[in-house]
Antibody
């Protein structure tokens, strides 16, 4: 059973960077059969896919965040990470790390972390 | 981006009822659609992928149908554990994956 666990600060100051790490167990981020994504959900709002990374390190980002977002991989720790720069209050959300199940065109998401709330506030 | 619109936003039903939730895509997505269930304070869980394929372990009272732009999630006989919010997600566009706004299933 694949399990994912997010970790990182719960409070980030405006204009600073938001950094989160996802630790994977029961599976490997080096597995060529899957991608690994970050998804967020502002309170009471819909889910927003942020971006994904593959075992090779190749990435794909949501165009709306591309200029601020970096996703990276640490295979030695079986982790992947998110860094979102220049945050504002609109970045306040629950952030989920997830495993992508690739299909012909795109991915759906079959395993999710429990989520971590990040609040952007001074 | 492909926009996903769910209806209704909220549905009230009783245990044992048959419930249908709709999801419409702003352009054709063939059958590249998934459904998720989310309970308060929890992460979403995958129920259905490719519009009608049930994830292993998901009860058979859940079913999905549709293709193109119109999709439906049906719960054949509501159980107490089914009261939650349901989201659809398209994965036809590899540019960005998008979700519906959610349908909250409440106890009548």
């Amino acid at each position: 059973q694949v399990q994912l666990q997010e970790s990182g600060p719960g409070l980030v100051r405006p204009s600073q960077s938001l950094s989160l790490t996802c630790t994977v167990s029961g599976g490997s981020v080096s597995d060529p059969g899957y991608y690994w994504s970050w998804i967020r959900q502002p309170a009471g709002r819909e889910l927003e896919w942020l971006g994904r990374i593959y075992a090779s390190g190749s990435t794909k980002y949501n165009p709306s965040l591309k200029s601020r977002l970096t996703i990276s991989l640490d295979t030695s720790k079986n982790q992947f990470s998110l860094n979102l720069s220049s945050v504002t209050a609109v970045d306040t959300a629950i952030y989920y790390c997830v495993r992508d199940q690739p299909a012909i065109f795109g991915d759906y998401f079959d395993y999710w972390g429990q989520g971590t709330l990040v609040t952007v506030s001074s | 981006d492909i926009q996903m619109t769910q209806s209704p936003s909220t549905v009230s039903a009783s245990v044992g009822d048959r419930v249908t939730i709709s999801c419409r895509a702003s352009q054709s997505i063939s059958t590249w659609l998934a459904w998720y269930q989310q309970k308060p304070g929890k992460a979403p869980k995958l129920l259905i992928y490719k519009a009608s394929s049930l994830k292993s372990g998901v009860p058979s009272r859940f079913s999905g149908s549709g293709s193109g732009t119109e999709f439906t999630l049906t719960i054949s006989s509501l159980q107490p554990d089914d009261f939650a919010t349901y989201y659809c997600q398209q994965y036809y566009s590899d540019l960005v994956y998008t979700f519906g706004q959610g349908t909250k299933l409440e106890i009548k």
